[in-house]
């Protein structure tokens, strides 16, 4: 029997008997809270295991609390040993943000006392002050992402995919306008650099034709009212939104497809580039 954990709203017996084993995916959250205790009193004798393949955050490791210590463990390095997956490499590199207003707290307040606000007008004010997105959405903040993005993909010495996960659907589509902003920018700086001398820089050539030929999409779930909303942001979701409807075949399929866009008979890419590019989509693929 297969079932999701949301069956389980009230806490009624199904089964007493001591030959049922409950085997659960992704042993996390949702397995600590009401609903799972209404899942162990429908089944009081059950045998509960369960598999989980996301590492905790320190604080939250109650995995083993609700279900036992592990029985068997297959970690990361392991699968790159067996070569299941490719090895993962980890760059840090976050763009810093700088408080120029010493007063900053002082004069909110002074604002928020100037404008006479209700008390559930002034909550909904320190919840919104209170939270990160407007830092993190900073529109010189995203120029910064945007510049690293271009410069970390033409320097990574291999071709492959990428994919840049934004906070939400209006800074998806903001970091594509930027990103592809500076990549035409540098397309134009390139080609005039190779106008100049077409016959003396192999590395410019090929540098050229990966500026060229390389394809950027949006890739957002749909919404209600997502055109007038993202709108009312300045954006314009509608052509991204008619690509990933009319694209044959469509953009995540073309994505994973390791023959798409295969580097193989690229000018001046070396074999163990073309090795590494392979080996990027088997990770990109990966659930």
């Not at 042993?27 to 996301?54: C, E, I, V, W």
């Not at 997956?85 to 604002?111: G, I, K, Q, W």
Request: aromatic fraction near 6%.
């Amino acid at each position: 029997m297969f079932a999701l954990i949301q069956k389980f709203r009230t806490p009624q017996l199904l089964c007493d008997r001591a030959d049922v084993v409950v085997i659960t995916d992704e042993a996390h959250r949702s397995q600590y809270d009401s609903l799972a205790l209404n899942m162990r009193t429908a089944l009081p004798k059950a045998l509960f295991t369960a598999f989980t393949g996301t590492p905790l955050l320190e604080g939250e490791e109650r995995t083993k609390e609700v279900f036992g210590d592990y029985v068997s463990i297959y970690d990361f390095q392991q699968a790159v040993e067996d070569g299941a997956t490719v090895p993962l490499f980890y760059s840090n590199r976050t763009p810093e943000l700088e408080l120029v207003n010493p007063d900053l707290n002082d004069d909110l307040y002074a604002v928020i006392e100037a404008a006479a606000l209700d008390d559930e007008e002034e909550k909904k004010l320190e919840r919104e002050l209170g939270r990160q997105y407007h830092i993190i959405t900073r529109d010189d903040r995203l120029e910064t992402v945007a510049r690293d993005i271009l410069h970390h993909f033409l320097g990574r010495g291999f071709m492959g995919e990428g994919i840049v996960i934004s906070i939400d659907k209006a800074t998806a589509l903001r970091m594509y306008d930027k990103v592809q902003r500076h990549w035409q920018e540098e397309t134009e700086r390139v080609r005039q650099l190779v106008a100049q001398r077409p016959d003396e820089d192999a590395e410019l050539n090929q540098r050229l034709h990966i500026l060229t030929t390389t394809e950027m999409a949006v890739i957002v779930s749909a919404a209600q009212n997502e055109i007038a909303d993202m709108a009312a942001l300045g954006l314009n979701i509608e052509p991204h939104r008619q690509r990933l409807n009319t694209s044959d075949p469509p953009l995540d399929e073309r994505f994973k497809n390791p023959d798409a866009n295969d580097c193989q008979g690229q000018p001046g890419l070396p074999r163990q580039a073309q090795r590494l590019d392979r080996g990027l989509r088997q990770c990109v693929r990966l659930p």
